[in-house]
T-cell receptor, first 112, second 117 residues
Framework: SQELEQSPQSLIVQEGKNLTINCTSS?????LYWYKQKYGEGLIFLMMLQKGGEEKSHEKITAKLDEKKQQSSLHITASQPSHAGIYLCGAPPSGSARQLTFGSGTQLTVLP | DSGVTQTPKHLITATGQRVTLRCSPR?????VYWYQQSLDQGLQFLIQYYNGEERAKGNILERFSAQQFPDLHSELNLSSLELGDSALYFCASSPLRGLAGNTGELFFGEGSRLTVL
């Protein structure tokens, strides 16, 4: 079965700093989804990447997909306390799968 | 607000008991997914329904069952509860049968936190 490994597991940064979170798949990626979760709350969709080399941005968050390396990176520029939370990457375990398998998450703390 | 409603938000019960978690998907969404999130297992896919029919099954225990009703709301039944069943149970909905099309995103509810004592 597919496994998604996220690194780092946790990250503490000073407000204003840039940071990167990585998600590596044990198998071929058929799309990669990034979600954000506030502790104990639901997941909020950030963006989806489908093709190798694809890059998407939403406000100060940019995600890239490297299909050959079976990995994706999420980069936050000039972090703010509002960026704090758990970032989860998810992917369909196969090309025909209807559901998402998720990584274990990266806990981000932004110090003011 | 994702538009997905889950009840109850919190539930405390004892081992051996049975509980039912309810999910109302976003208006018009035909797919409902159930996920379990625990500290040791992370976010695990349990089961998916589309327009009343089971479409995909994950690591759902035999003690657990789910169904989707004609009005599209869904219920997750957990029986013979064990301490290890304590977790946050999420429902997510989507207008699609699968993940293809548009963004293919899943809209998650706030979750039902189950504590088994």
């Amino acid at each position: 079965s597919q496994e998604l490994e996220q690194s780092p597991q946790s990250l503490i940064v000073q407000e204003g700093k840039n940071l990167t979170i990585n998600c590596t798949s044990s198998k071929t990626l058929y799309g990669l989804y990034w979600y954000k979760q506030k502790y104990g709350e639901g997941l909020i969709f950030l963006m989806m990447l489908q093709k190798g080399g694809e890059e998407k941005s939403h406000e100060k968050i940019t995600a890239k997909l490297d299909e050959k390396k079976q990995q994706s990176s999420l980069h936050i520029t000039a972090s703010q306390p509002s960026h704090a939370g758990i970032y989860l990457c998810g992917a369909p375990p196969s090309g025909s799968a209807r559901q998402l398998t998720f990584g274990s998450g990266t806990q981000l703390t932004v110090l003011p | 607000d994702s538009g997905v409603t889950q009840t109850p938000k919190h539930l405390i019960t004892a081992t051996g008991q049975r509980v039912t978690l309810r999910c109302s998907p976003r208006s018009g969404d035909l797919s409902v997914y159930w996920y379990q999130q625990s500290l040791d297992q992370g976010l695990q896919f349990l089961i998916q329904y589309y327009n009343g029919e089971e479409r995909a099954k994950g690591n759902i225990l035999e003690r657990f069952s789910a169904q989707q009703f004609p009005d599209l709301h869904s219920e997750l039944n957990l029986s013979s509860l064990e301490l290890g069943d304590s977790a946050l149970y999420f429902c997510a909905s989507s207008p699609l049968r699968g993940l293809a099309g548009n963004t293919g995103e899943l809209f998650f509810g706030e979750g039902s936190r189950l504590t088994v004592l």
